[in-house]
C-alpha cells in the first residue's frame, strides 16, 4: 500500500546518515558509531576524504562571504546537514546581522539539530525538506516567512548535487529554483567528481554510500557547468574548489584533490 | 638577581614569530574544518604564541597559561588529536628557537607548559565532544519523539477514516458493527437490554433527483448533525445512502428506545434549507429492543430492517415497532411464496370446481375452477392463503397460466348429453396487462379442443382501472373469439359503470357480502342493491350470478329478484370435477 503524504517518516538512525558522515570528515562529533564506521570505511576507500569535505567547506564560506561583500542578505541553503563549525548563518550575520537564512534538509536527524541551534535566532530557520521538490520548498511558509523572493537571493547547492541522480532531472530542479528568483540573485553549486580518479576508489565509494541510502552521482566539469544554465557564471568559472577564489596562492596547490567542483553564477539583472 | 630573561635579538623577534606562526599555521591546517582565514588563523596562533612565549619567561612560572591555550586552540575549532600533536611538535622544536627565548630552565619549563597546552587541550577537547555527542543524541531524540508522535497521530487518522463515514464523519457501519458486537458480548449485567433504531429517509432520492447529488449530500449532513446533536450518548452512526442507525445500550425497556426515536423524528423532521429551497425531510424507524443475552447482532440487524420496512409500507414519517408474531408470518408467507415455483414443476397443485346453477331452473350452467395446493408439509392449502403472495411477487403469472391450462384441457374433455358447462376461470390483474394474453387462451384453446363459448374469464373491477389501453383491446378480442367475460366480485370495488358500457362484458358476479344479508324476511338495503344490480346488469343485457348462496331462501329470494344464476354451498362446494359429471350422468 502506498503510504499517504500525511504518513511520518520513518523512524531510522540505525543507519548512517550523509549528514552527520560530513560532519565526522570535519572534525565534528555530531555523530553515532553507525555513521563513523561508514564514514572510517570511505576514508579507507578514499583516504583524502576528510581534506576533501574540509576543502568543500572552505568553499563554502568563501563563496559566502562573496555574497556577502557583493550586497546579498538573503540565503536559502539546500542540504545544510549538520549545523557543524562556520555555518551559513554564522557566517553572514557576524558580518551583516539583518541576514536571513533558510536552511532546508532531508535528514530530520539534521533538521532537530538544526531547530536546537536557531531555537534563539529569529533571522534564521530549518525546515525539512528535498532538493527534488523545489516547489515544496519555495512555497513553504517558513521561507515565505523569513524571504522576500523579489529581492536577490543566494540559493547555495553544496555537496549536495551528488545525492541527486540524473533521473530525478536536476536541470529542471535547478530551472524551477531559477525561475522563482529576482534578478541579482545567485546560485552556489558543488559537488564531488570522479575525474581523474581511479575506478576502484570511484566504485568503493559508491559502496560505502550505496549504504546510507543516498548513493552517489558524479558529476564532471562540463556537466556542472550545464547546471549553471541561465546563471552567468563568476571567474574562474567553474573549478576544483579549492581554485576558487583561493585565499593565498599555496591553498590551491593540487587543487584536483579534492575531488569536488564548485561554481558560482548570476542571474542577470 | 637577574632579569629572568630577556629575547637576545629583539629586532629579529618580529621576523621570528611570524616565522614560527606560519610554520604552525601549516602544521593544524588540514587536521580538521577551521572556519576562518587563513589570516584570522595566523593572528590566533600569533596571539597564542606570545601567551606561550611571555608565560615561558614569566615569574612566577604559571602553568595556567599553557591550559588557556590549549583551550582557546579547541574553541578555535583547532580541535582534533593530530592538531594537538603537530601544535606540541612545532611549538617543541621551533618557540624557542624561532622567538630567541633564553632563561636558565627554558627546556624545563617548555616541558611543564606543554604539558599543560596538553592538559588544557584536551579537557577542553573532551568536553566539546561530550557536548557535541549530547546534542546530536538530544536532536535524535527529539526527531523520534517527533516521528512517533507523527505515527500515533497518522495512526489515529487511519483508525478515524477506516470507522467514520468521510461525508457526515459519523461513526460508519464498522465501527457501529463492532460497538454492537461489544454490547452483545460484554452486558455488564445479564439482564441488560439493548435497542436499535434503523433510520432511513423517506423518498430521499427524490432530493437528489430534484436537487441533485451535493444537495442530497448536504441533506445528509445536515440530517447527521441534526441526530448527532438530538442524541448525545448513544451510538449514531451512517450505513451508508440515507440510512442511519442508533445504538441504544442498557435500556430500561422498549419505552427508552421509543423515545430515542421519538427524539429523531422530531430533529430530523424539521425542514432543510437546501440551494435556497426548504426540503421537506421524513424519516421512518424501525425499533427493536431486547434482551442481551440471547440475541445477535444478526438477527437484532435483520429485526430492525424489517421494522424499518413495515414503517414505510405503513406510510413513513413514523416509528414502527418489532413484532415477532408479524415477522413469523410474514417470514411464513415468504417461505411459501418462495416453494410456489417448486411446488408448480412437482404438480402440487391441482382443481376443484364449484357449481354455477341457473336459477330458474336449477341446471347447471358452468363451474367455477377453483386451484388447491397439495403442500407436503403443510397440506392442502386454500387460495386464500397462497394467491395474495403470489399476486404480489408476480408468480401470479405461471400459476395463473397452468390453473387456465388445466381448466380449459378438463373442460374439453367433458361430455354431458344435458348439455356441458362452461368453465369459469379467474384472471389475475397481471395476467390481463400481460402482453400474448390473446395468444395465450388462444393456443389453450386450440391445444385442449375447447370452445371459446365454453370458457368464461372472472376479471376483478381493478383489472380495468388502469389507463391504459391495451388490457381493454385485449378483452375485446377474447370477446370476438367467443369466450365469456365475467366481472368478479362486482359492487366491491370501484363499480364503475362506464367499463360495463364499452366493454365486452356478458356476465356480473356479485359479491357474496350482498347475499349474506338476504336471510331477513323483511327486504333489506342488501336486497334492495341486488336487486338494483340485476335491473342495471339487465338493462346492459348482462346476466348476474350471485355468489355465496348458502340457503334455499336466499336461492329463493335471489330468483324472485330476477337474479340468473347461483353458486355456493347451497348450490355445491368445490369438488373434483369427475363427481359432478357423475351427478349429472
Known sequence: ?269 | MTSPATANQPSGANSGMAAFTQEWANAITGTSYLPMSQAQLKRLLDRLARELAAALLAEPFDLRAGQRVGTELVAAHIASAEALGRTVEVVQLRLVRDLGLVADDIADRLARLLAAVTTGYTRALRDRTLDEQESIRRAAMAQRTKAERALRASEARFRHQATHDSLTDLPNRNLFTERLATALAKPRRDSDRVGLCFLDLDQFKRVNDQHGHQAGDRVLTEVANRLRQALTGHLVARLGGDAFVILIERTGGTRDVIAVAEAALAAVHEPAVVAGHEVTVRTSIGIVERQVAGTSANELMRAADCTLHWAKAAGGGRWTLYDAERDRQELTRQALTAAIPAGLDRGEFYLDYQPLASLRDGRLLGVEALVRWRHPELGVLRPDQFIGLAEETGLIVPLGGWVLAEACRAAGSWSVTSGTPFVSVNLAVRQVHRPGLVQEVRNILQRSGLPPERLQLEITESAMMSPAEEPVQALRRLADLGVRIAIDDFGTGYSNLAYLRDLPVTELKVAGEFVAGLRAQEPQADERIVASLVSLAHALDLTVTAEGVETAGQAERLRAIGCDAGQGWHFGRPEPADRILARLG
Do not use: K
Not at chain 1, 581534506?51 to 563554502?60: E, G, I, S, V, Y
Not at chain 1, 562556520?86 to 532546508?104: C, K, L, M
Not at chain 1, 536527524?109 to 525539512?128: F, G, K, R, Y
Open chain 1, 1 to 269: 500500500m502506498r503510504r499517504p503524504d500525511w504518513a511520518p517518516d520513518d523512524i531510522d538512525i540505525e543507519r548512517p546518515s550523509v549528514a552527520r558522515m560530513y560532519d565526522y570528515y570535519l572534525g565534528g562529533s555530531h555523530n553515532f558509531a553507525v555513521d563513523r564506521a561508514a564514514a572510517q570505511a570511505m576514508v579507507a576507500a578514499v583516504p583524502e576524504a576528510p581534506l576533501m569535505a574540509q576543502a568543500n567547506r572552505a568553499f563554502l564560506r568563501r563563496a559566502v562571504h562573496f555574497l556577502v561583500d557583493a550586497g546579498i542578505r538573503q540565503f536559502l541553503d539546500i542540504g545544510s546537514g549538520i549545523p557543524t563549525v562556520g555555518n551559513v548563518h554564522e557566517i553572514v550575520q557576524q558580518v551583516a546581522p539583518e541576514s536571513r537564512v533558510v536552511y532546508v534538509d532531508t535528514d530530520p536527524v539534521a533538521v532537530a539539530h538544526s531547530q536546537e541551534i536557531l531555537a534563539d535566532n529569529n533571522q534564521a530557520t530549518v525546515l525539512q525538506e528535498d532538493l527534488r521538490h523545489p516547489d515544496r520548498i519555495l512555497d513553504h511558509p517558513e521561507l515565505r516567512r523569513l524571504l522576500n523572493l523579489n529581492e536577490p537571493t543566494a540559493v547555495l547547492i553544496v555537496a549536495v548535487l551528488h545525492f541527486v541522480s540524473d533521473d530525478d532531472r536536476p536541470a529542471e530542479l535547478l530551472r524551477t529554483l531559477r525561475d522563482a528568483l529576482a534578478p541579482g540573485s545567485w546560485l552556489v553549486l558543488s559537488q564531488a567528481s570522479d575525474e581523474g580518479r581511479p575506478e576502484t576508489e570511484r566504485s568503493d565509494a559508491e559502496t560505502v554510500y550505496r549504504r546510507t541510502g543516498s548513493p552517489l552521482w558524479f558529476r564532471d566539469r562540463s556537466e556542472l557547468t550545464t547546471l549553471f544554465d541561465g546563471f552567468e557564471l563568476v571567474e574562474p568559472g567553474v573549478v576544483w574548489v579549492p581554485q576558487w577564489r583561493p585565499e593565498t596562492p599555496e591553498s590551491s596547490m593540487n587543487a584536483e584533490t579534492s575531488a569536488f567542483l564548485g561554481g558560482v553564477g548570476r542571474i542577470g539583472d
